[in-house]
């Protein structure tokens, strides 16, 4: 069975540090990696894409990827409450379809 | 340009009962899948579709779930009989490829409750 797995949280920060959230997967042949954002009762939103070893930078966020550690993670600096929410981790995996895979997502609380 | 669509918003059915949910991709994406999260659960997979074809559909719990796409433009995910354990968020995404990279964009869901 290949899986995602993701700290359900919730994941409390005050506003201004940085989130930190992690996700870790099965498929050691998976090569596509995201991050969706999903406010309650509304559609995730996709906000970041990883192919490849590194960290990649977007704004305030930062997605880092580990394939050989099988872990994938995203960065919020200067958080906001705005960006209180569930953080969806999605990975592509091999075998034929690269059907999208989520985890079940992190609760992020970011307080004043 | 418009995003996936999802009809209805919300549905509350009775046991034994059918419903049929409906799904408008993005236009030119070829891709629609659907997903489905129980309360306090991942977003599993339940089939995808590439224009009107199943592609993979081994996501689907049993034969009470029929999904199709006719003409390859929106879809349908019908359910019947319903039953207690069917409640939850139903997902569409679509996407414009297929492969490795593919970015897919969902729709706002249907919230179903069997009840």
């Known amino acids: 069975q290949k899986e995602v797995e993701q700290n359900s949280g919730p994941l409390s920060v005050p506003e201004g540090a940085i989130a930190s959230l992690n996700c870790t997967y099965s498929d050691r042949g998976s090569q596509s990696f995201f991050w969706y954002r999903q406010y309650s009762g509304k559609s995730p939103e996709l906000i970041m894409s990883?192919?490849?070893?590194g960290d990649k930078e977007d704004g305030r966020f930062t997605a880092q990827l580990n394939k050989a550690s099988q872990y994938v993670s995203l960065l919020i600096r200067d958080s906001q409450p705005s960006d209180s929410a569930t953080y969806l981790c999605a990975v592509n995996m091999s075998g034929g379809s690269y059907i999208p895979t989520f985890g079940r997502g992190t609760s992020l609380i970011v307080h004043p | 340009e418009a995003g996936v669509t999802q009809f209805p918003s919300h549905s509350v059915i009775e046991k034994g009962q059918t419903v049929t949910l409906r799904c408008d991709p993005i236009s030119g994406h070829d891709n629609l899948y659907w997903y489905r999260r129980v309360m306090g659960k991942e977003i599993k997979f339940l089939l995808h579709f590439v224009k009107e074809s199943k592609q993979d559909e081994s996501g689907m719990p049993n034969n009470r779930f029929l999904a199709e796409r006719t003409g390859g433009t929106y879809s349908t995910l019908k359910v019947q009989p319903a039953e207690l354990e069917d409640s939850g968020v139903y997902f569409c995404?679509?996407?414009?490829?297929?492969?490795?990279?593919?970015?897919?964009?969902f729709g706002q869901g249907t919230r179903l409750t069997v009840v």
């Open positions: 990883i192919y490849s070893n």
């Open positions: 995404a679509s996407s414009q490829s297929v492969g490795m990279n593919t970015e897919a964009f």
